[in-house]
């Protein structure tokens, strides 16, 4: 019984995964390390794009981030590891694996380990353009502190997203 849940679980992440591709826009994020995420910040990500090829096994992502004033598009390949979580290098080293995906919404959990050795544990909620409910802002507010992640340091990332 428990392989097949682990089985139906695979499943059911795999096929989540294929429908991860299109247009998003960061909605959120969250960061134990709040800094990380702040506006100008190294981690603020302003999603706009998801790519997955035939088994997802790569997972490319389109941003922009605003440092110094300057607006700059990036794009990174994250490569599927065996336990389903995806490594690429943007500001140091991170891990990130899809964890929720409804059709409005995407929450991504990633950890990144910047040139420093600094660990930063972060959420990115993506969407279509809107903001989150209250009701979503209060499941994301109770999800991050399950991630250890202060409520106080979730940042409204449409609020200040300059780049459509």
Partial sequence: MVKFLLLALAFGL????????????????????????????????????ITCNDKCSEMGVTFYVN???????????????????????????????????????????????????RVTNLVFVLGKGEPLTEEEDSKLEEYVEKQN???????DILATDEFS
């Fill in 14 to 49: 795999a096929h989540a995964q294929a429908k991860i591709a299109g247009k998003w826009m960061t909605v959120a994020i969250a960061a134990d390390n709040v800094d990380k995420v702040e506006l100008e910040a190294p981690l603020r990500l302003y999603v706009r794009e």
């Fill in 67 to 117: 440092s110094n004033g300057q607006c700059s598009k990036t794009k990174v390949t994250g490569y599927k590891q065996a336990d389903g979580t995806y490594k690429t290098q943007f500001e140091g080293d991170n891990k990130f694996q899809l964890m929720y995906l409804t059709p409005k919404n995407a929450v991504f959990e990633s950890t990144n380990v910047d040139r420093t050795g």
């Fill in 149 to 155: 992640i202060p409520p106080e340091n979730i940042q």
